[in-house]
């Protein structure tokens, strides 16, 4: 998900407790590495597994403030190459694996806070082009079906949403420039089921004046708003966006109790999911993550105490102990690797610096009885495909092809089923969008 912004989990439970400068972990979870493992102390930290390894990337006050990346070597943490920056990043970073190589974006402090992309080669980082010209804020990376996108507040389109494609040599913008209703905060890019989704706070437009939630999605030729714009009918901050049961949903701080929400899209609309779980505590930093169908929330709640709970269909209840440390950490992420759950943390028992903490989940984590999927009657392959598409349905639909920036490239009607060539298309991404009388079904289809 993408966060910058974070923080960690707290409580109790039974065994052992381990006493680390004044700090208390609680139960069976356990340091990676040492605590407090960074030199200086850390922000906008990001962990990712790449090759079952686990990295991190944080802005380092004993680096000038500049980007670091370190990995644990099964015994130790270190470096990986030097400064991953030649400048100071300002606000936000993103750590992302694509070919097989780490990827960086953030925003370039000492150059008008351009957005700014680099890729560790194996020896050193090297620079991709901005993907713009203009200051951007809440940079996204995310790595996609061999692809490389970003997202952020364009602020050359009025604080608007832009969201961009690397080709190999320059970045092509996936639908239009600024294509939100307003200007936005907190914004978030995901990925499900091939297709590019984003979430955000509107800034107020006369039409939605709450600086309410909003998710959109790529439909093949334009962003389409997911539901209806502003469903949260309160104004929020720390938007995150996840996936649950093949929907999207979203968690935010809302404002006007500072306490944490869950909304889901159950295909129709937007409901709650139990918010009230949740009352009574001042949360900041709020992500979502499902693994094995299950749906987790971490967050810091009141006192800066990390916490973390898992949606069992009709509650959110904790996940072993509650809270997982006893003592202030502003910013937490999560990840799963091998059926154990990991948080990496900004650990003020350790004068800020990174401390990271796993937990063996139960055996038996397995789905909720929550459904929202709704059943199609497309079928759509091969996919990847050369050239020939076979596409499966049992009514009148119409078919429309679209290039990654939207362009039309193919439109025709069938009935039951149809093969298509599209031997002569240029090698990329499209969009396969199917309309009947009674839905609109979009895929992602890379042709090769």
């Known amino acids: ?65 500049k980007v670091t990346m370190m990995k644990f070597n099964g015994s ?5 190459g030097n400064s991953a920056s030649t400048n100071e990043i300002g606000a936000f970073l993103e750590l992302e694996f694509h070919n097989n190589k780490p990827y960086i974006a953030f925003d370039d402090s000492d150059n008008n806070r351009i957005p700014a992309v680099m890729r560790f080669n194996g020896t050193s980082w090297e620079s991709l082009p901005s993907p713009s010209a203009n200051t951007a804020y809440d940079i996204n990376l995310k790595s ?3 692809d490389l996108y970003i997202a ?13 494609r690397f080709n190999g040599t320059n970045w092509e913008t996936v639908g239009k420039q600024g294509f939100s209703a307003t200007g936005i905060l907190w914004l978030d890019l995901e990925f499900h089921d091939g297709i590019p989704y984003v979430a955000y706070k509107e800034d107020g437009d006369g039409v939605n004046e709450g600086n309410n939630a909003t998710v959109m999605k790529f439909n093949g030729s334009d962003w389409e708003v997911v539901g209806e714009r502003g469903f949260s009918n309160t104004e929020i901050t720390y938007s995150n966006l996840g996936f649950y049961k093949n929907q999207p949903c979203m968690a935010f701080r809302n404002e006007d109790d500072n306490t944490m929400a869950v909304m889901a899209f159950n295909g129709n609309k937007w409901i709650d999911l139990s918010s009230k779980d949740f009352k009574g505590e001042y949360i900041t930093n709020p992500e979502l993550k499902v693994y094995k169908g299950v749906l987790y929330a971490l967050y810091t709640s009141t006192g800066g105490k990390g916490r973390l709970k898992k949606y069992n269909g009709k509650n959110w209840e904790n996940v072993k102990e509650d809270p997982i440390v006893d003592y202030y950490v502003s910013e937490l992420t999560m990840n799963f690797l091998n059926n154990d759950i990991y ?65 039309s490239v193919y439109s025709s009607t069938i009935n039951n089923s149809s093969i298509i060539d599209i031997s002569s298309f240029n090698n990329g ?20």
């Open 152 to 164: 952020y507040i364009d602020f050359g389109a009025d604080h608007k949403t832009t969201v961009k």
């Open 76 to 80: 130790t943490w270190e470096n990986v």
């Open 429 to 448: 991404i499209y969009f396969v969008k199917l309309i009947d009388k009674d839905e609109v079904y979009i895929k992602r289809v890379i042709k090769n």
């Open 343 to 407: 948080v990496l943390m900004q650990d003020y028992s350790n004068s800020g610096k990174l401390s990271l903490i796993k937990h063996a989940l139960p055996k038996d984590v397995s789905t909720s009885n929550l459904e929202f999927s709704k059943e199609h009657n497309y079928n759509i392959y091969p996919n990847p495909t050369k050239g020939i598409l076979n596409i499966k349905t049992n009514k009148e639909t119409e078919v429309r092809i679209y290039n990654i920036a939207g362009k």
């Open 144 to 146: 996609h079906n061999g």
């Open 1 to 65: 998900m993408r966060r910058q912004l974070r923080s960690i989990l707290s409580k109790i439970s039974l065994a052992c407790i381990l006493l680390l400068n004044g700090g208390v972990i609680w139960g069976q979870w356990q340091h990676v590495g040492n605590p407090g493992f960074s030199k200086g102390s850390s922000a906008y930290i990001n962990l990712k597994f790449h090759n079952n390894i686990p990295y991190v990337v944080f802005k380092d006050s004993e680096n000038n403030y």
